[in-house]
């Protein structure tokens, strides 16, 4: 029998006696055992033992008298590192008994919470992997097993065009590990041994299915690999006291010196030296048998005042063990290599197969598409979805060759969508989307692409937000390979890559998606009206359930670990955290996030999401999409919040369709357009700020572009058009917080030199905390500015009045120059401030609360950046 346990290094370091006797106190000092009689009588005996094997002479041993130091406790910033289930309450000075009282109970259900998933799963990379089994997986012994969750059904089998879609062939069978207590079916499809090749001699024999590896049979027998595994490995049980390094040295001591010593003074009796115990001890085991064990002694030093025991190894079998390797690289000479198995095996599912998986249910038998599937084709001309099983070979599958982009501190992210990517009125493909926009993504000045519709989804028109299959990519736009390399060519750019997704309903189709999987109505999701979300009809998921949490916490870790992205944007949170989903008025009263309709069980999951992906990811980015602006989006979860590193203000993109489409262009509020855009104070430097999204352009809303363009058949509507909307951009991607987004195809006007003030002059970063000093906000004027470190943005919103010489007040003395002019022929402008005009001089005259001020030239609809460019020295 051989060892298959890696090679430690023994220790023989003594330990403390196992004997519990009041009359003697055992202390370690170095390598050494101290026993010291408490009555202050001294020990009489002293000696020395040696080798096991040679009982008759005192060798040269090798003696380890370790004399480990203390590890010093490293000093804990209690404040730093302490939970505070209402921390961000006192931080931001918000006194609400009730939230107060939500936030304790909901921090004591999150413990619970963890401590019932510890009992299932040993750590939290268990918990959110479980992609590395369910679903449909190569076995290194050619095979590939198969696993889904399923606790309504009774019977569940493959079919597929690999068997004929026979619902018979490929089945989980009971007592087979088949099914167990939780709902868990598991299916074996063993590879077919071609016609003419022999079983393989060793069950265990394995296959390296991924690449060449040895290119075939590496000709090692087997009868070889147990010779030398026999020969140069461990014996059996010789490295038992690897693992237990001091269980060696008890055992010995209690060998020599008896299970039980005394417990009172009164029952000890008169006590032999211990080299005459010791002796009697050697003579009564001198005939037993050989032995794995290691061969160690004890070394007994003779002392006036305490006695010395060491314990000691033969050097030469010390020597020896340290020389011997595990085993593991004599089993790898069995494995054999990709062409050694398709020439041997047939596989039991090939690559490309089209399949399902069988149910019989109380509602009857059942077809679906496995939960766990990784491609999907929905509706196939007209025919029910199906799985498409994908294990495709080295010589097509894609090999990573870039690395993750740093995590910038700030973010200009590029929202795209692939299938609208292109120019041609068809679905463009992944790789479509690869060789034509990354490239001007990045030329653009973004440093990152957020992308939805990316997750399988039935009905194209949803924009991928009625999800039916959670870990595949959509099949409309090519491969799993084909996004692999979207994701790889975008970190060879330096673009991260986010992906929108949802996880706050799902699909509520039965053929293709998860509703109804097994046949219940609450297997993945509520039953009843819970059940359904109350204005889109998907389905809601039941996120007290254990499975439900490993699903959901598995798919977030799948999109990192198989295809490198580099964080998610959370979309519609509020359909989650609360049972009316969202919808409803919220006055800013606190209580309204924790009254009854708080979903706090969705919290949780929230919570443990964000803690999990931090975890294993420690640069993942997570942005949370809330239009109720839940306390504590942004906070730490130790301190009381949801773990999310961005929020999005989708209250500044309303805003702004609210003023295009209803509000007169002179009644514009310069003051309530400020404090939308600038967001809540207590979490503006976390905010991700966007004009518009697809939710305008797509999603059955109209775009700026068409509001200001569509109907626009003069010269003057179309300059209006033009001038709004690059003041829009620019106000929206300068004023907000760390983070800026924007839907693609509205790049008009001045992206690229928009981006470089960011690039540059890293505008996003300046500022207290990120957040920009609005200093001058006049609604009759309808001029707004502010200040980002020695930048001054100015807007003139005004449709018709323009200003010769408009007072700003500025912080620092000294010229200023215009950098950017919203009002430049190159950007459709009308060129009104001449270039004499670009380099302004600070004027000794207190303005807005500052001791000096700026008079700039200030045309209707038209806005400035300027820059300090040289300081004015008092």
């Excluded at 491609?375 to 007209?382: K, M, Q, S, T």
């Excluded at 959901?552 to 959370?570: A, C, K, M, P, R």
Aim: charge should be negative.
């Amino acid at each position: 029998m051989i060892s298959l346990t890696h090679s430690l290094q023994i220790s023989s370091f003594p330990i403390k006696s196992p004997i519990s006797n009041t009359n003697c106190a055992a202390h370690r000092c170095g390598g050494r055992v101290f026993l010291r009689r408490t009555n202050g009588n001294k020990c009489r005996y002293k000696g020395k033992c040696f080798a096991a094997e040679q009982p008759q002479s005192q060798p040269e041993v090798s003696q380890q008298k370790s004399k480990r130091p203390r590890k010093k406790t490293p000093e804990i910033d209690k404040k730093k590192n302490a939970v505070d289930p209402v921390g961000f309450l006192t931080k931001h000075e918000i006194n609400n008994k009730a939230f107060n009282h939500f936030l304790r109970e909901r921090y004591k259900a999150l413990k619970d919470l963890k401590e019932e998933l510890s009992n299932r799963h040993y750590e939290v990379q268990d918990l959110a992997s479980g992609y590395e089994i369910l679903g449909m997986h190569r076995n290194v012994q050619h095979r590939v097993d198969f696993m889904d969750w399923a606790p309504g059904a009774r019977y569940c089998a493959l079919v597929g065009d690999f068997n004929r879609w026979s619902p018979t062939e490929n089945s989980a069978r009971e007592g087979n590990l088949g099914h167990d207590d939780y709902g868990y079916w598991f299916i074996i499809l063993e590879d077919k041994l071609r016609e003419g090749e022999e079983p393989d001699q060793v069950y265990f024999q394995q296959y390296n299915y991924v690449d060449e590896y040895d290119k075939g049979d590496s000709g090692v027998t087997v009868e070889e690999i147990f010779k030398k595994a026999n020969d140069e490995y461990w014996e059996p049980g010789e490295d038992r006291f690897t693992k237990s390094p001091y269980e060696l040295a008890s055992k010995l001591y209690e060998q020599i010196f008896g299970p039980n010593g005394p417990q009172t003074e009164e029952e000890m009796e008169e006590i032999l030296d211990p080299q005459t115990r010791y002796n009697e001890w050697r003579e009564k085991h001198k005939d037993d048998p050989p032995s794995n064990l290691p061969p160690c002694d004890v070394i007994i030093d003779d002392g006036t005042e305490d006695e010395e025991f060491d314990v000691v190894t033969d050097p030469a079998w010390k020597a020896k063990f340290k020389a011997k390797q595990a085993p593991i690289a004599y089993w790898l000479e069995t494995r054999k290599g990709r062409k050694a198995w398709l020439e041997k095996y047939l596989p039991g599912i090939p690559h490309g197969s089209k399949y399902r998986v069988y149910f019989n249910t109380p509602m009857g038998p059942l077809e679906r598409v496995p939960a766990w599937a990784t491609y999907v084709i929905p509706e196939a001309d007209g025919n029910q979805s199906f799985a498409v099983h994908w294990e495709p070979t080295p010589e097509i599958a894609h090999k990573w060759r870039h690395k993750h982009p740093p995590k910038p501190k700030s973010l200009r992210i590029y929202e795209c969508h692939v299938g609208i990517s292109g120019m041609d009125p068809r679905i463009a493909t992944f790789n479509e989307f690869t060789d034509n926009v990354l490239a001007h993504v990045k030329k653009a000045g973004y440093n990152a692409i957020q992308l939805f519709g990316v997750v399988e989804h039935k009905d194209y028109f949803t924009a991928g937000y009625r999800v039916t299959n959670f870990f595949a990519v959509s099949s409309r736009f090519g491969t799993p390979e084909d996004f692999k390399r979207l994701v790889d060519e975008a970190h060879g750019l330096g673009l991260l890559v986010f992906l929108d997704i949802v996880h706050s309903y799902a699909a509520p189709d039965e053929m293709v998606g998860l509703s109804s999987f097994d046949g219940l109505n609450d297997c993945y999701f509520h039953s009843g009206k819970r059940g359904q979300h109350k204005f889109w009809g998907t389905r809601m998921f039941k996120y007290e359930d254990h499975e439900v949490l490993h699903f959901l916490l598995s798919n977030l870790n799948w999109w990192i670990t198989e295809y490198q992205v580099d964080g998610f944007y959370f979309h519609s949170l509020p359909s989650m955290m609360y049972t009316h989903n969202g919808f409803a008025t919220f006055t800013g009263d606190v209580e309204e996030y924790c009254n009854q309709y708080v979903d706090r069980d969705a919290m949780l999951y929230l919570i443990f999401a964000n803690e999990m992906l931090h975890f294993l990811h420690p640069n993942i980015i997570t942005i949370a999409e809330d239009a109720t602006l839940y306390p504590g989006l942004c906070e730490p979860t130790s301190q009381g919040g949801l773990g999310f590193d961005y929020y999005a203000n989708i209250s500044a993109s309303e805003l702004w369709l609210s003023f295009l489409e209803n509000v007169p262009e002179h009644e514009w509020s310069m003051s309530k357009l400020v404090s939308t855009l600038v967001g809540n104070k207590y979490s503006a430097a976390k905010m991700l700020l966007y004009a518009e999204n697809h939710n305008q352009s797509i999603s059955g809303g109209r775009s700026f572009a068409e509001i200001l363009f569509g109907s626009a058949k003069t010269d003057e509507a179309l300059l209006r058009g033009c001038s709004l909307h690059k003041m829009i951009r620019l106000i929206t991607f300068t004023i907000g917080g760390p983070a800026y987004l924007n839907f693609m195809g509205n790049e008009f006007g001045h992206p690229k030199d928009m981006m470089k003030l960011d690039i540059d002059g890293k505008i996003m970063q300046r500022g207290s905390g990120g957040i920009p000093n609005v200093h001058h906000v006049k609604d009759k004027e309808m001029v707004i500015s502010y200040l980002r470190g020695p930048f001054v943005f100015v807007f003139n919103f005004h449709p018709t009045n323009s200003y010769e010489r408009y007072s700003l007040g500025v912080e620092e003395a000294g010229e200023y120059q215009i950098v950017l002019n919203t009002d430049e022929e190159i950007y459709g402008g009308q060129g009104l401030i001449s270039q004499d005009q670009y380099t302004q001089r600070t004027i000794s005259r207190r303005t807005d609360g500052m001791r000096v001020c700026l008079e700039v030239p200030l045309p209707s609809r038209t806005a400035q950046v300027y820059k300090l460019t040289r300081i004015r020295r008092a």
